[in-house]
């Protein structure tokens, strides 16, 4: 015999207990039986001092004063101080190799770079040809990623990791640096989001 569904619309219709169940009271009254000493400690609370302890000042402290001699003053005027240099930090191997590169050497670089391809590159025709260095090591994806971090930063990390990259794109980059050009230093992918962030 199949099993036939029991129509639940009809008790839920009902209001009340169905079938012997109780309901639940929220009133305030305890249904449940307590012995009577357990119903008095919870009838009477219990009152407890709380002991605060005294507050004390605080000890004062001897200062002892430092007396300086004249004499040891004039001492150390006669002697010459020590001129502050600012610590020139010492160039690598690799930044005194690039250094050392000449344009001609750069250029026989890219013109290798160029041969790779099938075709010129149409869309950097009014570029320099350091400018196309740094954007192809830009895009040189084995030598980590471009964003949010300039390029000298970059080719260090490259080299420190040992992924040999280019010295003639270090050699750009000092060269760069020695004509003041700030913008030589962030890849040109950072230049292009930083520009759709500020303008939305």
Known sequence: MPTTRRSTGATRGRTGPT???STISFANKVTKSVPKDV???LVKP???KIEVPERTKPAEKKVEE???DPVDEQEDDDQEEPEIKEEVPEKSEAEIKAEKLT???IDKYWK???KERKAPRVHQEGLSVNDKVLRYFDVSSQYGPC???DRMKRWQRAHRL???PPIEVLSVLLKEENNANKEAETAQMDHILNSIAVGS
């Open 19 to 21: 079938k012997g169940q």
């Open 66 to 68: 430092v007396v300086e």
């Open 147 to 149: 964003i949010g971090i």
């Open 162 to 164: 040992g992924l040999n």
């Open 39 to 41: 119903k008095d400690t």
């Open 103 to 105: 344009n001609s050497q």
């Open 112 to 114: 290798g770079i160029e």
């Open 46 to 48: 219990t009152t407890t």
